[in-house]
Each structure stands twice: as structure tokens, then as C-alpha cells.
């Protein structure tokens, strides 16, 4: 409806069908432009594959696991995206590390560590320019930010940490915990769950440990050996090998 003089006219039929016909091409523009950047994104996790498969996999583990976290604080469907993007790209940085260091099968020096803790700035540094991902990259950027403060690289500490970086936290330990390396096997889930619970408030944000434990519980219950990766459009398998 539109004002004149006053006066609340009705649009013609052939208005109010060329706005329709107007927010139609809109919303088609729209779709296309998430598909180019949606294609973007795919190629750029197919990067990560081609430089190191386990972080690539370990990648959509942890989209999976925040995404389980995401359901149980029941967020919307835009907050859901968000957070499985940030997942899926929040070690994207790896993709500067040295094999020689990202692989290594024994303990890490001090100099090999600096280097490995750069990781989360780089990922930041590679997304944060792609339109869109301003959230997503400093999701990335902040996901080994301690809830105690003593993480890296800023130090922030409990809420001054995005939510979906604590999210992200809880998830990558998860993982990094329960996947079977050539050097190690992966713990089993409930002794990784225990492990989760005991540094709840210095390392991890209490409230959410105990909601990701809560999800995996009714996860389990459903007895599936896979998860959906909606970017993706593709399952993986649950455990790592
Ligand atoms: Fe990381």
C-alpha cells in the first residue's frame, strides 16, 4: 500500500505483479550468490584435503560435534550455518604449517609449538576478507581462547570469547582426544567426556561441556555410524581412523 495525499491506495494488479516478479529476482540473486560462495568454500576445504587429510577430516568431525552442542542451545537456522561454517574452516590455517610440524608423530618443541599456535591467526587471516565471513573468521581466529583467559592469541576470557569459539573448543579437544593417530589410539567417548568435565571452567565453558555431553548421549541413542556435512552434501564416517 502506498501514501498519497493522505489517501492509502491499493496497488494496481500490475504492481503488485512486478513487485513480486521484483522480489522473486531478488531472492533468485540471492541463492546464486550463496552458491558461488558456497563453491568457493568447497574448494577451499578441497585444498585442505589435498595438503593434509586428517585435518581435513578431523574438520568435519568437529563441525559435527559443534553442531551437536548447536542443537542442544536450540539455535536458529542462520546461527546453525554460522556455526558450521566456522567449524568446518576454524583450522584452514594449518594450510601454512609445516608438514614437518603439523605431522609430527612425538612431542612438539617450544619453536615447533610457537609455530603450530599460529594456526588460528592464519586461518583468520585467510577467511577474513571473504564477504560474509567476518563472523565466521573470528570464530576461527579465537577457538583456542581458554575460559580461564590463559589461551591464545588474544587471552579473552569466558564470555569476552565468541560463543561459537567456546563451541569450537569443546569439540576440536573432543576430537583430538578420541581419533586413533598412527602414533596413538583415540580414547573411548566416555573417558573423553570425564576429561571434558575436569577442566570445565578453567579450559572449557562449564554450561556448554555439559550440553555437548548432554547431545552426544541422545546421538549415540540413534545408533549411526555416519554424520551429514550440509555444505558438503556428503556423510562421514563418526569414528576417525
Ligand atoms: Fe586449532
Redesign the pocket.
Known amino acids: 500500500m502506498t501514501k498519497k495525499n493522505n489517501v492509502f491506495q491499493i496497488p494496481s494488479y500490475t504492481t503488485a505483479f512486478s513487485l513480486l516478479t521484483l522480489a522473486t529476482q531478488v531472492d533468485e540473486l540471492k541463492q546464486e550468490k550463496r552458491k558461488v560462495y558456497e563453491d568457493a568454500a568447497r574448494t577451499i576445504l578441497r585444498a585442505l584435503n589435498a595438503k593434509d587429510s586428517y585435518t581435513f577430516g578431523h574438520s568435519m568431525r568437529v563441525a559435527y560435534f559443534s553442531l551437536v552442542t548447536g542443537r542442544e542451545l536450540e539455535l536458529n537456522d542462520e546461527e546453525i550455518y554460522e556455526l558450521e561454517m566456522s567449524a568446518l574452516f576454524?583450522?584452514i590455517g594449518k594450510i601454512s604449517t609445516p608438514d614437518s610440524v603439523l605431522n609430527k608423530p612425538s612431542r612438539l618443541s617450544e619453536e615447533e609449538f610457537t609455530i603450530m599456535k599460529d594456526?588460528?591467526v592464519k586461518s583468520w587471516e585467510i577467511l577474513k576478507d571473504f564477504p560474509g565471513f567476518e563472523k565466521i573468521s573470528l570464530n576461527a581466529k579465537l577457538?583456542?581462547e581458554r575460559f580461564d583467559g590463559k589461551g591464545y592469541p588474544q587471552g579473552l576470557k569466558a564470555e569476552e570469547i565468541p560463543l561459537f569459539a567456546r563451541i569450537i573448543l569443546i569439540a576440536?579437544t573432543f576430537d583430538a582426544m578420541t581419533s586413533t593417530r598412527p602414533y596413538r589410539k583415540g580414547l573411548p567417548y566416555e573417558v573423553a567426556f570425564e576429561e571434558l568435565v575436569q577442566f570445565s571452567g578453567t579450559q572449557f565453558d562449564p554450561k556448554l561441556v555439559q550440553l555437548f555431553i548432554q547431545g552426544m548421549k541422545k546421538e549415540s541413542l540413534k545408533g549411526e555410524d555416519t554424520f551429514f556435512i550440509p555444505l558438503l552434501d556428503k556423510n562421514f564416517e563418526k569414528n576417525a581412523a
Request: aromatic content about 0%; glycine content about 0%.
Open positions: 576454524h583450522d594456526h588460528p577457538h583456542h576440536d
